[in-house]
Nanobody, 122 residues
Framework: QVQLVESGGGLVQPGGSLRLSCAAS????????MGWYRQAAGKERELVAT???????NYADSVKDRFTISRDNAKNTVYLQMNSLKPEDTASYYC????????????????WGKGTLVTVSS
C-alpha cells in the first residue's frame, strides 16, 4: 500500500506564505507525476500544480508566478511553496500521485492524500 500524508496547512494573512509538504510512504520503487489539487467549499476540486519525475512543471493560471512546486525523489516528497496568498486561495489542498510502482512490480494509480486546510484571512 502507498500512503500520502500532507502537512503545512494553516491560517495565514493575505500576502503571506506557506509551504505544503506531501510524503509518500510504502515500498515504493518509482513515482511518475506528483501534484497538488485544491477544493474550496462548495466548489469542485481543481488542479493547482503538477511535476513529473524529471521535474517538468505545470501550473493553474490562477497560481502562476505565486506558487512553486518541487519534489525530492529520494524522499518521495512533493512540496508546494505558496507566496502572495489571497483569500481566494482558501481551500483544502490535496496531494496526488498519478502512478506509482511498488515492490513486486505492483502498480497503483491516482493515489490521493487526505488533504490539508489552507485558510487565507485577516
Amino acid at each position: 500500500q502507498v500512503q500520502l500524508v500532507e502537512s503545512g496547512g494553516g491560517l495565514v494573512q493575505p500576502g503571506g506564505s506557506l509551504r505544503l509538504s506531501c510524503a509518500a510512504s510504502g515500498s515504493i520503487w518509482s513515482i511518475n507525476a506528483m501534484g497538488w489539487y485544491r477544493q474550496a467549499a462548495g466548489k469542485e476540486r481543481e488542479l493547482v500544480a503538477t511535476i513529473t519525475s524529471r521535474g517538468s512543471t505545470n501550473y493553474a493560471d490562477s497560481v502562476k508566478d505565486r506558487f512553486t512546486i518541487s519534489r525530492d525523489n529520494a524522499k518521495n516528497t512533493v512540496y508546494l511553496q505558496m507566496n502572495s496568498l489571497k483569500p481566494e486561495d482558501t481551500a483544502s489542498y490535496y496531494c496526488n500521485i498519478d502512478k506509482v510502482i511498488m515492490a513486486g512490480f505492483v502498480q497503483r494509480e491516482d493515489v490521493w492524500g487526505k488533504g490539508t486546510l489552507v485558510t487565507v484571512s485577516s
